[in-house]
């Protein structure tokens, strides 16, 4: 049996409800990754860090294949320009590779916004900090371990280009 992954020992250790899912092997695409943990696409949140400026990032979540609304994401933030960040920028503040990021066991807390779509399903999976393993637990759950995170809309809804930004800390 293999050793719980970095997100799972965190979740346990807070007595958080979780599952863990291994994949039978490698994880190609957003919709394997659902389809094998029996999930709609739309119940995988993706964490994307963005950079803000040197040594200044901020993560958002989105679930499923949505995306993020840049010109919202700017608004919000008050930012004329931000970037995604790069591989080896995302493993420096996160601790986590591409591909296996999660929003909890950050090695560098970050301001985490999440998009009010994640916390819709009665379940989520998310990144566990290994590749080809996934955490499964209620988004009630996720939002209890993140504490303050910032909700609001920050994809584009079909057909949009921008999205209005109207958000709360919970």
Avoid: C
């Amino acid at each position: 049996m293999s050793a719980p992954p970095p997100v799972s020992r965190l979740l346990t250790a807070l007595g958080i409800p979780h599952q863990v899912f291994r994949h039978a092997g490698p994880v190609t695409s957003l919709e394997q990754a659902a389809h094998e943990r029996g999930q709609k696409p739309e119940q995988v949140i993706r964490s994307l860090v963005f950079r803000l400026s040197e040594g200044r990032f901020v993560m958002v979540l989105a679930a499923g294949r949505a995306q993020v609304s840049w010109p919202a994401l700017r608004a919000y933030l008050g930012q004329s320009r931000l970037t995604l960040a790069s591989e080896k920028e995302v493993l420096q503040v996160t601790g986590y590779r591409v591909g296996t990021v999660s929003p909890l066991g950050l090695l560098t807390p970050l301001r985490i916004l999440a998009d009010e779509a994640v916390f819709v399903p009665e379940e989520i999976s998310l990144g566990s900090g290994e590749p080809n393993v996934g955490i499964i637990l209620k988004p009630a759950h996720l939002r209890q371990v993140l504490g303050e995170v910032e909700v609001g809309r920050f994809v584009q809804s079909a057909g949009t280009e921008d999205v209005k930004s109207a958000s709360t800390s919970v």
